[in-house]
């Protein structure tokens, strides 16, 4: 019987935006926590790449409905595998709500939104400095829940990968199938 | 049930090994992000420190500015010279009557305090060309800044702070401080030998902080800006201003009433060698000077009703075709500017009227 693995382009989505996500988070606690010129260096990065996750994620979401995942073994608790459908929610959500929030953050400051050289996308909201402070905060607050989240997924993953020794981690790992099965 | 689930069952301690390893990577994760955000590095001057150090100083102001909390919104427009466009591509150099939102400040955190003839004294403006990229920029009416690094900036902050125990700054702190940073103490001799102006409208304002423009060619150069008054300079006389708190604020609401009031944009034009990373040196005087535009401010309000407060006066909100230099105080003020901006945006419920009120400004007019 053929394993289940998600296809290379999925493979190359989940390993890219992983690199970018990562990169895109510790670059956020890293420039709001910094007053030299790694700030100004780490902000002109943070906002075209909050842009590229964005699009990709538009490409994920999409390539996700065509190309479903492979179905989970049918080993795995159906707590476990509700754990897996939540949590995978929860990524996918905040992959379209940390660019879109940011976006909508400096819109509403009015900040311009640079990309880079000259150029800028419009803005989402209109001025509203109120509005700023609360979207700003929850730019935070969903930051960290990002990484919470990143770290629960890369838990569960090395859980497949080590304890259960099962197809989940094979399935999106770059790796060819060991030839060791019965 | 897929073949691959039927794994040999592993021994207790390899499970717990493998269970051990799971949590030491995820903990080593954790630890990395803590670290990069700063929170394991109490001596790295974060943007909070910043916030902290201007409270410690001025006290807890909530609603307004961290630093030139005291200040009065204008509008106006400009008009770019003939020829500004030889120095820079950006949209407003080659445009009249360029809608400005400004505002006009006294340095420090404390929105109540009395006007001084000493205190440093601010002009921000907003450009809003209209279907083009904007212009933000904060000037001093100092010569050169009185730092030139976060850690200076920060030192200076705690340096001046007063001492709990005495209510006023600590004299030998000071001295520390600036034996610590001889750029200080010699800033502060062309800041303290600066001619003081009678208000704020025959008074010259200066970026202090190098940028660079790129005209259409593609030639890049250095510059720093100032706003130069095309009122005739008067200067400042303390006995005519007793009782009044905020005459400078009066004064300037009173003359913009009766006719707008105008400043030239003067660039100076680096050259090789000028240094763009030092805020506290000064350039040569003889660099060449180019009138890039015409500044008109042509009304007043209040912060409660003037659109000035909702600005953050960034220095990097550049146009293309004005950008950065090297000097890392850009980054710094970007940084900090931004916090506080974040903060009394969040308290503007509770913000209380500012020091110059929509009354005293309507109370000026003639």
Known sequence: MQEGRFTPLSRLLHWAMAAMILTMLFVGVGMVSS??????????????????????AVVRLANRLLNPPP????????????AATVSHMLLYG????????????????????????????????????????????????????????????????????????????????????????? | ????DKQR??????????????????????????????????????QDRFMAAFEAHDGRHPGFRRNHAKGVCVTGWFDAATDAATWSKAAIFHLQ????????????????????AATVRSMALRFLPIGAEEWRTGMNDIPVFAVNSNEGFYAQLLASAPDPATGKPNPSAMQVFLRRHPETARAMQLIKARAISSGFADDTYNSLNAFSMTNAAGTSIAVRWATVPMQPFVAHDAAAHIGDENY???????????????????????????????????????????????????????????????????????????????????????????????????????????????????????
């Open chain 1, 94 to 182: 905040l992959m379209f709500i940390m660019p879109l929030l940011g976006w909508a953050m400096l819109s509403a400051a009015p900040d311009p939104i640079v990309l880079f050289g000259p150029l800028r996308l419009p803005a989402i909201l209109s001025a509203d400095p109120a509005l700023y402070a609360r979207l700003r905060a929850l730019h935070t607050d969903f930051g960290l829940l990002f990484y919470a989240v990143i770290l629960v997924h890369l838990g569960a993953a090395l859980m497949h990968a080590w304890i259960r020794r099962d197809s989940v981690f094979r399935s999106m790992a770059g790796r060819r199938r060991p030839p060791t099965t019965s």
């Open chain 2, 248 to 366: 400078l604020f009066d004064d300037l609401v009173k003359q913009i009433a009766l006719h707008p009031l105008k400043w030239q944009l003067v660039l100076t034009i680096g050259e090789e060698g000028d240094s763009t990373r030092d805020a506290t040196v000064p350039w040569p005087k003889e660099r060449r000077l180019a009138t890039a535009g015409t500044v008109t401010i042509a009304r007043a309000m209040s912060e409660e009703t003037g659109a000035c407060n909702d600005v953050n006066y960034d220095p990097l909100v550049l146009p293309d075709g004005i950008a950065a230099s090297d000097d890392p105080l850009l980054a710094t003020r970007s940084s900090t500017y931004a916090r506080s901006f974040t903060l009394r945006s969040a308290e503007k419920s509770v913000k209380p009227v500012s020091a110059v009120s929509s009354r005293d400004i309507d109370g000026s007019r003639p």
């Open chain 1, 35 to 56: 007053t030299t010129e790694r700030y100004r260096y780490l902000l002109a990065l943070h906002r075209p790449l909050g842009i590229a996750i964005l699009v990709l």
């Open chain 2, 1 to 4: 049930m897929q073949p691959d």
């Open chain 2, 97 to 116: 009557h360029v809608p400005i939102v400004g505002r006009f400040a006294l340095a420090g955190g404390m929105p109540f305090a009395a006007d001084q």
């Open chain 2, 9 to 46: 069952p592993l021994g207790l301690i390899n499970t717990l090994g493998r269970f051990a390893s799971i949590g030491l990577v995820l903990c080593a994760a954790a630890a990395l992000f803590v670290f990069v955000g700063g929170w394991l590095s109490p001596e790295r001057l974060t």
């Open chain 1, 71 to 82: 179905p989970p073994p049918a080993s795995l608790p159906k707590i476990q595998q509700l």
